[in-house]
């Protein structure tokens, strides 16, 4: 039986979208979970001096997207032609360059230029992302590619917590697409099972 283990922070962020995949194709993995103050300790011990990291059979892979794409391959997510899979690479490319245009303000340590970040942020980064996302979801029935799920859509899901939590303002008001593919994503069996069981961390409400 092939062992799979994800290790990654005790929290969502970008390991989460793994957990999901994980749980929808219903396998039992080792949630391998790092606290904050640990990494220092073990960052060295890391291929690449990052997370997440799945081990499959003892081979250690990096990367989280080409991880989820492996993952997603397996469970019929990832387009049912190149198309499709080009599409849905897209659609995940383009919500990681939402969350790293607000990197810059997580770990500003000036207060005085955070706050300045914080208001371009609320005001235009946010604004113009969500609701790009918001109008290419509304043209594909309920979902980013095709007009059905695919792992871009978990990967929108799944993230979402966390960013919230960062930038502590809720990203899908009046932003009724989004916030119908959310519930849709939720309510999968297996997701909703994961959903009851994660543990708690300090992004979940």
């Known amino acids: 039986m092939t062992s799979y283990k994800l290790t990654y922070f005790n929290f969502t962020g970008l390991g989460e979208p793994i957990r999901f995949l994980l749980s929808y194709l219903d396998i039992d993995f080792e949630d391998n979970r790092i ?10 011990t890391m291929p690449y001096g990052t997370l997440p990291l799945l081990e499959i059979d003892g081979k250690v892979l990096n990367q989280s ?77 309920g979902y980013f590619v095709n007009g059905k799920l695919s792992w871009a859509d978990f990967f929108f899901v799944s993230t979402l917590d966390h960013l919230i939590y960062r930038l502590n303002i809720e990203m899908l008001k009046d932003r009724p697409n989004l916030q119908a593919l959310r519930e849709k994503v939720l309510a999968v069996p297996k997701i909703k099972s994961w959903i009851e069981k994660r543990p708690s961390s300090f992004d979940l409400a």
């Open 35 to 44: 606290e904050l103050e640990q990494w220092p300790s073990v960052k060295h």
């Open 65 to 141: 997207s080409a991880i989820c794409r492996y993952l997603a391959k397996k469970a019929n997510l990832a387009g049912s032609n190149d198309w499709e899979s080009l599409l849905i690479d897209i659609a995940v490319d383009n919500h990681k360059d939402f969350a790293l245009s607000l990197k810059s303000y997580w770990f500003d340590p000036n207060e005085e230029s955070k706050a300045a970040k914080y208001v371009t942020l609320v005001n235009e980064t946010i604004p113009f992302y969500m609701e790009k996302f918001e109008k290419i979801v509304g043209e594909n029935n």
